[in-house]
């Protein structure tokens, strides 16, 4: 890995290749030539996500796809349930409120997964939910909550399923037409490893029948839209080519490297992460039965000091993630999505043990 | 020009230095770097914009600004007047409706200007109108509209101006404080020469001021947020750098060429193609007096074989951009936005010529 090494949470370290390869020249995005960049970079994804279901492209962040999904799963006034174990599942939350829908949530301490049981009281609670917000993986806390149960309580109450995988999509495996996910998105520059300003997401043929008896969705991220276009091989609007022609170069990779290979990677790296920082004195945030394979919140006792940390990490280039929000002062993070492997974290982490003592 | 050489309406051609600034590596969009990169970029844009309003920097299409603006300026439940030339300010009209707002419009025919007169009989029969939206240059028929004059009276009616500059700015002066203008947008691909995946936009405190009154103003294109987080030279998700990196590039080889210089050169360039094209026999679509600097959209004889001028135009490495819309069958447009040189166009007509002949 270049240095400075990325063990951020996003934007994360990106190929040469891919980056010589975003570096070409630009073409219409109304030609013969957009098309087949549009129809191969589809075709790769879904090869990747085993789905039959569309795959969208947003000229966004992933935070515009909570918003899409939002104005078109959720009735004008109708009610969309968050389950919340972090602060990107309380975002998801607030976007519903925030686009004039009734929103409801479920919420487990920091550090705790959200369980099926959990969803199954909520949903009894709330009869009217028409869509169920889940955050694959909580990057706040490094919780990946299952999606597994999760999803099968959702579609015993006929819920639509909407789902952030932003920071697990690419490093773990996310079967999503046998789990049921009917809107399912992430942003290409954590576990892909592309530059950010390009989203993807599956949406399912059951939240596009939704979306069409669903009012004031607005134009720019509007479902039926999106499909006119992508039926053409098209994005409504200029897409951002660049990523697009990055992202379809980095999925040439994955296959090179193998699906399951890239997860398995994912696996071991976080798990020497944990084990390691346990080791060096440091806690692992998160309830560890549901720690991520992407990244790691780890807590440093009473009185360290992390600033001290970070700048001397940074001296040596190593770049790591600090906490989020309320665990600003108690954690930091530490990224292994995408392109990190054993030997960058290794050398990482005796880097660490150097600095800290 | 490499070749194809683009004569299209956006993406265009983008300078080696730009595309090279753009392949650099990655970096967190929450560290001093980026807030670096975003501070300098909106300095540079403030400096070529020459306005004292906020800049934001928008992770979207230029549409994604049209319902940015919609959705802040004009009430949940108020009027949003559009000034109709073409296709596009259509769609910012449509915008309008649907995202609940009551939309009314006021067109003229294709080819035509929107003048200050006519916005003066349509506010006065729609008494009721909060903001109105102007589409510069309409780029479906090449028509810039006469922007003093319209500005001039919505500013009597005390109504605010949304104003699409998609395919003017950066060819030709907007003097937005001086014109009074709102909400000026536009995307990087098209005069900037930079990839897509950006958009810029200039918001008035009026503008600001306005959308703290309105509800329902979704998350993802808040004014609020993205003021609040452009306070601290940021954005509220992950931005596109590489096309910020890239616009921040351009914006230096703007200035060596000289703002004034720049805009002569689509002034003469467009000038060119628009006689050399009446010479070979084909006639000007748009009223001249209103015809834009940046590209020309030009009407064919009857009969006369357009996909075949396409295609032999291709086969020497020239890629023009065909007739929009209702316009397809009757016109081509040739752009001559950003890095487009009167030794490109001059190279351009005369296979032209040889082609038709």
């Not at 570096?23 to 995005?29: E, K």
């Not at 990779?253 to 084990?275: P, Q, T, W």
Request: net charge negative; glycine share 8%.
């Amino acid at each position: 890995m270049d240095k400075p090494k990325l063990f951020t949470v996003g934007p994360t370290y990106v190929n040469d290749d891919v980056r010589a390869e975003m570096s070409n020249q630009m073409f219409s995005h109304r030609d013969a030539e957009y098309v087949k960049l549009h129809k191969e970079l589809i075709e790769k994804l879904r090869k990747f996500f085993q789905t039959q279901n569309d795959i969208f492209i947003y000229t966004s962040s992933s935070t515009g796809c909570m918003e899409s999904s939002v104005r078109n799963c959720i009735s004008e006034h109708g009610t969309g349930l968050s389950m919340v174990c972090g602060a990107f599942g309380k975002r998801f939350n607030e976007i519903i409120a925030e686009n004039g829908r009734n929103a409801v949530r479920s919420e487990v301490p920091w550090g705790k997964a959200n369980l099926g049981e959990q969803l199954e009281e909520a949903l009894s609670k709330n009869p009217g939910v028409e869509a169920v917000t889940i955050t694959h993986c909580e990057t706040s806390t490094s919780v990946l909550s299952p999606l597994e149960e999760l999803c099968k309580v959702a579609k015993e109450h006929d819920v639509l399923t909407l789902v952030d995988t932003v920071s697990s999509m690419g490093g773990t495996e996310i079967p999503i037409d046998r789990l049921g996910i009917d809107f399912c998105f992430f942003g290409v520059q954590k576990c892909f490893g592309v530059p950010p300003g390009l989203a993807i997401a599956t949406v399912s043929k059951k939240a596009l029948e939704k979306a069409a008896t669903v009012k004031n969705r607005g134009h720019y991220f509007d479902f039926l839209n999106l499909k006119k276009f992508n039926d053409k091989h098209m994005v409504p609007y200029t897409p951002p080519m660049p990523q697009m022609i990055g992202l379809s170069k980095q999925l040439d990779l994955i296959f090179e490297e193998g699906i399951n290979n890239r997860f398995e990677r994912h696996r071991k790296v976080s798990a020497r992460v944990r084990d390691k920082c346990k080791e060096l004195g440091f806690s692992v945030f998160p309830d560890e039965k549901y720690a991520s394979p992407t990244l790691s919140c780890i807590s440093v006792p009473q009185g360290f000091d992390l600033k001290g940390m970070y700048a001397k990490m940074n001296d040596r280039g190593f770049v790591l993630a600090s906490g989020y929000d309320k665990l600003k002062e108690t954690t930091f993070r530490v990224g292994n999505m995408g392109n990190v492997t054993m030997d960058d974290v290794n050398e990482m982490l005796e880097n660490l043990e150097e600095v800290i003592q």
